[in-house]
């Protein structure tokens, strides 16, 4: 059985021999920092599980992505905590379950849902001497209270262990839509201050709804609120033009902050964190990429995030890191065709199914709710690469990146992790026996059972409107048999009841953790 000391064994082993190679054996200090692997977590949004051409995709080709899957550890049973955006973001950065939290979907506008006492990720591997970033999609809310935009915007990710952060606060359809780099706003003319409204209309801009001749998408109403650079979002924001962003070049914005970041820190041990805008809406790729996909924007969007992933993995292997970095790359949620936009993305998809034969897609409790691609490459600590059954989800990065850097967690830290490194190395590894996924319900796996518990609340109307999204609620328990039923076709819960009671208490157990 894999242990972590002969990981790093191996590691010790193989960096030395690099490191005396290339600097002679003198230089103990560096090469005690350097045999610490490089981590680097790719998350992609809303990407299905589907979307990929190593995951089925034929429809177009992700090359650089695909390139990581041949290499490393391509996972087929691999879950993101929930399935949507912010509960998922907060149980790979906490490792707990978002439900502790009521951790939901955040306006742009949000305090921060994490407090600073608590600890995350970053912190943790700061305690093994690494330098930490977060470069893309945020999501997490910032300061307390009402955030000013025009002052320091804290607490936020440097509070939370990061020592470098460069953000897009909330979603790409959200304002403010302006680049938050550690705690001040980019390019922030304070002669033109920045205000938010989520509430009332707020400054004189255009709104979609009034001037719908000057959008690049048509939107529904919840996304028609101000309008930045020809896409009216969701919310309202006075003030602030000259820090605007430029969707179209979010490809070269992020993509070189990453890149410096690696540049920067390339002699010390790194944790990356890159969280993408892409392939969320609005999807208004570059000009690079417009036309190239054949499924119109949500498949050029899938484009850009590859080439993104392309340029990046080149920089590690540029700053000669890339054999030393263990990568994750993933998705925070399942895949969506309308939401919000009039992108065309159903009508242009074609044959191209981004769920791949599991039932639902974001917002579900279905199983492509969660499902989602998830390789991991990893050159100097991987034993047996390949493809991977394991049940595993993102919450369990904490704990397995813990064991991976030699840190031992606090008694109540990381309640809900659990350590897979050794199926991250090794594609042979089981995972998890066990797992909740988190919807607008709960449901949980176990074994070749699936069981999502009753919903007894209300379906927010903009969910309950979009017919194309099979959200999983019901009023009813479901029961599914996956060894039988991947697709989630057949209720069996009627037929075991005595399942369906077990099931529900280890809910209630974990809840009551
Ligand atoms: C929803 C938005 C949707 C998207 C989502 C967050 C409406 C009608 N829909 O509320 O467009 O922004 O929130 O997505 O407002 S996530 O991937 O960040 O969770
Ligand atoms: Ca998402």
Excluded at 369 to 377: A, K, L, N
Excluded at 478 to 498: C, G, R, V
Aim: glycine fraction near 8%; charge should be negative.
């Amino acid at each position: 059985q894999f242990t972590c000391s002969v990981v790093l064994c191996s590691l010790l082993s193989a960096c030395s021999q690099q490191e005396s190679a290339q600097h002679g054996t003198d230089e103990a200090l560096v090469r005690k920092d350097t045999i610490k692997p490089n981590v680097v977590i790719f998350y992609v949004d809303d990407l299905g599980y589907g979307d990929l051409s190593s995951y089925g995709m034929t429809a177009t080709q992700t090359p650089s992505i695909d390139a990581l899957a041949r290499e490393g550890i391509r996972f087929t049973d691999a879950h993101s905590s929930a399935a949507t955006c912010t509960p998922s973001r907060y149980s790979l950065l906490t490792g707990q379950y978002a439900f502790r939290n009521n951790a939901a979907i955040l306006p742009g506008d949000a305090p921060l849902i994490i407090d600073p006492d608590t600890p995350t990720l970053p912190d943790m591997m700061k305690k093994a001497g690494y330098k930490t970033a977060v470069v893309g999609k945020w999501h997490l809310g910032l300061g307390r209270g009402h955030v000013n935009w025009n002052e320091a915007v804290k607490p936020g990710p440097l509070e939370l262990g990061f020592d470098y952060s460069f953000l897009m606060p909330a979603t790409g359809d959200r304002v403010p839509t302006v680049y938050l780099e550690n705690h001040h706003v980019v390019n922030l003319d304070p002669a033109n201050p920045i205000e938010i409204s989520y509430q009332q209309r707020i400054g004189s801009r255009p709104v979609g709804t009034e001037s719908p001749q000057l959008l690049k998408q048509g939107a529904d109403l919840q996304h028609s609120r101000t309008i930045v650079n020809g896409i009216s979002r969701i919310g309202w924001m006075k003030g602030g033009h000259e820090a605007e962003w430029v969707d179209e070049d979010f490809h070269t914005v992020f993509t070189n902050k990453a890149i410096d970041f690696i540049e920067q820190n390339k002699a010390k041990p790194f944790l990356l964190y890159f969280p993408f805008h892409d392939i969320h809406v609005p999807r208004v790729p570059n000009e690079m990429f417009v036309g190239k996909s054949g499924m119109g924007p949500r498949g050029d969007a899938i484009l850009q995030m590859d080439w993104m992933t392309g340029r990046i993995v080149q920089a590690l292997k540029d700053a000669g890191v890339y054999d030393n970095t263990l990568i994750v790359f993933s998705s925070d949620n399942g895949p969506v065709m309308d939401d919000g936009y009039a992108d065309q993305a159903e009508e242009l998809k074609g044959e191209h199914d981004p769920s791949a034969g599991f039932r639902g897609g974001k917002y579900s409790a279905y199983e492509a709710g969660t499902r989602v691609p998830m390789i991991v490459t990893f050159p100097n600590g991987i034993t047996s690469a390949g493809e991977s059954s394991a049940l595993i989800s993102h919450i369990d990065l904490y704990r397995s990146l813990a064991n991976l850097v030699s840190v031992e967690l606090e008694q109540g830290e990381a309640l809900d992790s659990v350590d897979l490194l050794p199926a991250l190395l090794d594609a042979s590894a089981t995972g998890r026996e066990e797992m909740l996924e988190e919807s607008f319900t709960v449901s949980i796996r176990s074994g070749k059972w699936k069981y999502i518990e009753p919903f007894s609340g209300t379906t927010p109307d903009w969910l309950a409107n979009k017919t194309a999204i099979e959200n999983g609620l019901q009023s009813e328990p479901q029961l599914f048999d996956l060894s039988n039923d991947i697709a989630e076709q057949n209720n069996i819960a009627t037929k075991y009841p005595e399942i369906v009671n077990q099931l529900q208490t280890r809910i209630d157990q974990i809840r009551a953790m």
